[in-house]
């Protein structure tokens, strides 16, 4: 769950202005008082801006996210100053279907010295929300705008890893391979390796790279192939776990891996 906290700076025009704010495990709301819509326009004829800091109560949210966390001198930011119609009409607040590492922001760049406290340098949100409330007639407080116009939308795709099976002991020595009940997925066999402790492992690793969820549902056998046909040895493999997760330089390129060791 996500949860906006208003910056230091925009606390008292929040207040001042007659916003109400009402945060909710999709996002945040800002309300107005109707009968008080003028001294909301008094504030947005100076470009009302406001900023929220966005903290995650899960400690892998960029492990399953993209494009994963930022770079320590950066976060992540977005502004409705900055739309994209998406395909179904709604207002995006980044220029591609989802985040990507576009939306990198220095921590020294403009206007985030402001929003950002001292604090926040230590434990970094998430994102930063910024919103401009203009008074004109395409502004947030003009009676010509729709419910729709006065919403916003940020998407983040499922970071993908390959999974990568290392079977372990005398599970090593047979001709062992992965079977997907789902038939969704393949794994290739990479041959054998040796790992720290002298230990022998055959490793298995998907055929693509699969998005990561904090409870995968993939469905996976480890099964034998003998003279005499197949037979189930681990009837469920574990899946890939959001917190075993490494880069590996694979043909030139960098890809996400998550290691999984069967013995």
């Known amino acids: 769950m996500l949860e906006f906290v208003a910056a230091e700076f925009c606390a008292a025009k929040l207040r001042n202005a007659g916003l109400l704010v009402k945060s909710s495990q999709s996002g945040v709301a800002v309300y107005f008082d109707e009968e008080k819509i003028d001294i909301l326009r008094l504030h947005a004829e100076d470009n009302l801006t406001l900023a929220f800091k966005v903290f995650s109560k899960d400690s892998n949210f960029f492990r399953y996210t993209s494009p994963g966390a930022p770079p320590d001198n950066a976060i992540l930011f977005f502004s409705n100053q900055q739309i994209t119609r998406a395909a179904a009409g709604k207002q995006m607040l980044h220029p591609d ?17 402001e929003m950002l406290e001292r604090k926040d340098y230590f434990v970094k949100p998430v994102f930063i929300l910024q919103l401009l409330i203009t008074a004109g007639k395409q502004g947030l407080c003009s009676d010509k705008l729709d419910a729709a116009a006065r919403r916003f939308y940020i998407r983040f795709a499922a970071n993908q890893t390959f999974w990568k099976y290392y079977i372990l002991g005398d599970l090593s020595k047979r001709n062992v391979y992965i079977a997907d009940l789902d038939n969704a997925l393949q794994f290739e066999n990479l041959g054998n390796t040796l790992l720290p402790g002298n230990r022998e492992a055959v490793q298995l690793q998907s055929s693509k790279a699969i998005p990561l969820h904090e409870q995968p549902d993939q469905r996976l056998q480890l099964k034998e192939s003998t003279g005499t046909g197949d037979r189930i040895l681990i009837k469920r493999l574990p899946n890939a776990r959001v917190d075993q997760v490494h880069g590996e330089t694979t043909g030139g390129n960098r890809e996400n891996i998550s290691e999984i060791y069967i013995s």
């Open 97 to 113: 279907p989802n985040v990507t590492a576009a939306a990198w922001m220095e921590l020294t760049a403009d206007p985030l010295p």
